[in-house]
């Protein structure tokens, strides 16, 4: 049995048990409880704030993790990072009021920064030799230069509208940040296979994630043209249909290229394009 901690709420919950969902494991998280059993897996799940994740992963109260890069860096927590997840995207920076002339990170020298994560801070000031006073605050760290208890604040940017609400200005990204599953240093073997079979699940999700199956009719001397188009993993499947002069065309296509290249392909006299939803891709 591995045990995975996870956020019982908030930004990372839900696609935390997506990822498990997808990866075929079946968790319970209708009455939110502290520790759940997967259904149909050698897995129980520890539903917690994201801050107690990283120690609960490094002291072996759980095997494994899912938690933001930036707590796991804040905390300083003695973890294998194993996976970067490509979700709870964010980045740490520093912001300051939008009517401040700033010219440059010396700006902040002798300055009062309010941030929840000064830990981080500390380590970027000390590198970049400012000598800034870091107030710590836990929530709604961006009302606090209008609140005048600081002259710049240190935190969680994504899309950057609540700085531009509060009147503040993104100045210096200090880290980026994305959901990382970490691993705690001293596993036994048996837990370790099992990670092992975890982690061969999440990659066949992540390999999916963002591409299309791809197949259509294209007259043969058309499959040449059509494959430089189309480069697959190995190389596309062609497949001769019973009418002559045809054949079936079958690749794996990243979504982002996807109308381009099926605009291509239909100039080429492709016909019947299918696109397909991927779930699960084992390279
Ligand atoms: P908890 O109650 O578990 O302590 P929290 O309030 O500290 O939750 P959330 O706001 O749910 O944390 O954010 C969890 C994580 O999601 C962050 O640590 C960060 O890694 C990531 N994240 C991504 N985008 C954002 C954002 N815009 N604001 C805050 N966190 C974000
Ligand atoms: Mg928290």
Redesign the pocket.
């Known amino acids: 049995m591995i045990r995975i901690a996870i956020?019982?709420?908030?930004?990372?919950?839900e696609e935390s048990l997506e990822l498990l969902k997808d990866c075929g494991i079946e968790v319970d998280n209708q009455k939110r409880k502290f520790l759940g059993r997967a259904a149909n897996h050698p897995l129980e799940v520890l539903y917690?704030?994201?801050?107690d994740i990283p120690e609960v992963v490094a002291d072996g109260s759980a095997d494994i993790g899912i938690?933001?890069?930036?707590?796991v860096k804040e905390r300083g927590a003695d973890v294998d990072i194993i996976r970067y997840l490509g979700f709870?995207?964010?980045r740490l920076s520093l912001a300051v009021p939008k009517e401040v002339r700033y010219d440059g990170i010396q700006w902040f020298q002798g300055k009062n920064i309010a941030t929840s994560y000064p830990n981080i801070l500390h380590q970027y000031l000390e590198t970049n030799n400012i000598q800034a006073s870091v107030r710590t605050i836990m929530g709604s760290v961006e009302i606090a230069p209008a609140a005048g208890i600081a002259d710049a604040i240190f935190d969680?940017?994504?899309?950057g509208g609540?700085l531009i609400s509060n009147g503040l200005t993104e100045t210096e990204c200090v880290m980026k940040?994305?959901?990382v599953l970490v691993a705690g240093k001293s596993l036994t073997d048996e837990k370790r296979t099992q990670l092992r079979s975890l982690l061969f699940r999440i990659d066949a999700v992540r390999n999916s994630r963002g591409k299309k199956y791809i197949l259509m009719n294209i007259p043969s001397d058309k499959v040449s043209e059509a494959i430089r188009i189309l480069p697959a993993m190995r190389s596309p499947t062609v497949m001769p249909l019973a009418a002559s002069g045809w054949s079936s065309l079958h690749s794996v296509v990243e979504e982002n290229t996807l109308w381009d290249k099926v605009e291509k392909l239909k100039q080429l006299g492709a016909e019947g394009i299918l696109i397909l939803q991927l779930d699960k891709v084992v390279e």
């Open positions: 956020q019982s709420k908030g930004r990372l919950n917690l704030r994201d801050d938690v933001g890069l930036n707590e709870g995207a964010c969680i940017v994504s899309s609540t940040s994305e959901a």
